[in-house]
């Protein structure tokens, strides 16, 4: 079974921080994914790539994130980070972590449907 729990958003001040982690499910679905990520969906748009990170750590951003979200994981404890720092308003969104578009059609093959977990709401405001 492919399970993806995230946690860690809350309220923040602009310039604020904070750790998102997200569990993921020990499984031979999930050994067979080499990237994971992390997406977020603002109000009224649509979901968007974030930050992606290979089984190896080599790591990719968005634009709109390079230089303040560093993206990490652990494979002994099936964990994937997304530290977010110097937050703006426009970071506000719900933020998923999940496979990259290779990984989410497998998981899609398995389940058939386009999983995502239940998402942590991030807001950042004054």
């Known amino acids: 079974q492919v399970q993806f729990v995230e946690s860690g958003g809350g309220l923040v001040q602009p310039g604020g921080s904070l750790r998102l982690s997200c569990q993921t499910s020990r499984s031979k679905t999930m050994l067979s994914i080499n990237t994971m990520a992390w997406y977020r969906q603002a109000p009224g748009k649509q979901r968007e790539l974030v930050a992606s990170?290979?089984?190896?750590?080599?790591?990719n951003y968005s634009d709109a994130v390079k230089g303040r979200f560093t993206i990490s994981r652990d494979n002994a404890k099936n964990m994937v980070y997304l530290q977010l720092d110097s937050l703006k308003p426009e970071d506000t969104a719900v933020y998923y972590c999940?496979?990259?578009?290779?990984?989410?059609?497998?998981?899609?093959?398995?389940?058939?449907?386009?999983?995502w977990g239940q998402g942590t709401q991030v807001t950042v405001s004054s």
């Open positions: 990170i290979t089984n190896g750590g080599r790591t």
């Open positions: 999940n496979a990259d578009y290779q990984g989410r059609r497998l998981i899609a093959t398995m389940k058939g449907y386009d999983y």
